[in-house]
Structure formats: C-alpha cells, structure tokens
T-cell receptor
Framework: DAKTTQPPSMDCAEGRAANLPCNHSTISGNEYVYWYRQIHSQGPQYIIHGLKNNETNEMASLIITEDRKSSTLILPHATLRDTAVYYCIVRSSRQSNDYKLSFGAGTTVTVRA | NAGVTQTPKFRILKIGQSMTLQCTQDMNHNYMYWYRQDPGMGLKLIYYSVGAGITDKGEVPNGYNVSRSTTEDFPLRLELAAPSQTSVYFC??????????FGEGSRLTVL
C-alpha cells in the first residue's frame, strides 16, 4: 500500500474551516483515500473516503488533486469537539491487499475558541 | 445496535500472566481486526479475520493469539504478558471493503 505524509499538528479557530493536507505521491490507480479521526482515548471514527472525485458528507469534504498525489480534508466549521488526531490512509480496492489497513501518526488538530 | 463491544475496559497484569481480551460485534460483519496503540503512536494491526474459522497475522502478532469460532466474536489471547504489551487495544469490524467500526478500547498495563 502507498504511504501517506501528514503534518504532525495544526491549530484552527473555532467556527473557521480546517484544511488538513495529506500527501500520497505513490498512490496507485486502485487505491482509495480514507480519512479517520480519533478523539482522545476513543476508537478511531470513519470520516470519508474517495477515489478520484471530490466527496462530501455531513462531517467533511474531501478534495483529491487531479493527479491523485495529494488530498485535503475540509472540516467546514470546526468546533471544539473536532479536536482529534486525523489519519489519512490509502487503501487498495483489491481484496488481497485490503485488510492490512495501516494507521500512521496522523495530524493532531487542536481547535481553539 | 451495540456495535463493537470490548471487555474489559481496563486491566492490570503481572509479568508472565495470561489473559483474553474479548471482542464481539452485532453487525454481522465478516471482517474483524485487533490493533494496538502505544502512547503517542498510530495503530498497529495485530491480527485480522475475514470470516469465522479464518485468521491471519498483521504487523505485530508476536505474543498474541486469536480465534474466530463465530461471526460475532474475535477474542485476543495474551500469553506470558510482558511490559512491552502495555498498550491500548482496539477491536474493529467491517462489512468488507468499507469503513471499519471500532470499539472503545481495552487499556492493558503489564507490571
């Protein structure tokens, strides 16, 4: 599976959009980009995933560059409850490679009032 | 639905003791996983299962064993506990090539 690179930490102001970058320059054509987050001491929570097109759900938006080498997770109106570690993961769509989902160190996002 | 339930939530073990971390899910998911998370680190996959009777090693399987006799249950066995196994353990399940659902974690300390 392709590896990802994320900044170790970032701050954002409550009520503003939080833009979380992720680099996955070695991603292959059948690999999806997934985002999870982990609020302190809890199990990780799925946020969103995408392959090529931009995606939006009730939690966030995912913008994937045309060459698919990087992506940005957008939390449109960050709240204090969005303070968490955010993980960007690439995951193959081929069954033989799919189960070993690897979580790196992620980005620690702190939302400040 | 309860989702993924892990027990116990906290446990202290002495070096050399053994124990089983329980994980059960009520979503009829075929795929189940055990991860461990050391302080300040990401999650590392210990074992996973793609269905009842089928298990396989992840990144860090040494010192652990698993079984999967039913779709619902995926217990993780620690034999001869060592301080290096002090960690938070997360069980997860998924319906397939989709998102994982995690339990609340089991915090284990080996002294």
């Amino acid at each position: 599976d392709a590896k990802t690179t994320q900044p170790p930490s970032m701050d954002c102001a409550e009520g503003r959009a939080a833009n979380l970058p992720c680099n996955h320059s070695t991603i292959s054509g059948n690999e999806y980009v997934y985002w999870y987050r982990q609020i302190h001491s809890q199990g990780p929570q799925y946020i969103i995933h995408g392959l090529k097109n931009n995606e939006t759900n009730e939690m966030a938006s995912l913008i994937i560059t045309e060459d698919r080498k990087s992506s940005t997770l957008i939390l449109p109106h960050a709240t204090l409850r969005d303070t968490a570690v955010y993980y960007c993961i690439v995951r193959s769509s081929r069954q033989s490679n799919d189960y070993k989902l690897s979580f790196g160190a992620g980005t620690t996002v702190t939302v400040r009032a | 639905n309860a989702g993924v339930t892990q027990t116990p939530k906290f446990r202290i073990l002495k070096i050399g003791q053994s124990m089983t971390l329980q994980c059960t899910q009520d979503m009829n998911h075929n795929y189940m996983y055990w991860y461990r998370q050391d302080p300040g680190m990401g999650l590392k996959l210990i074992y996973y299962s793609v269905g009842a009777g089928i298990t396989d090693k992840g990144e860090v399987p040494n010192g652990y064993n698993v079984s999967r006799s039913t779709t619902e249950d995926f217990p993780l066995r620690l034999e001869l506990a060592a301080p290096s196994q002090t960690s938070v353990y997360f069980c997860a399940s998924s319906p397939g090539l989709a998102e994982l659902f995690f339990g609340e974690g089991s915090r284990l300390t080996v002294l």
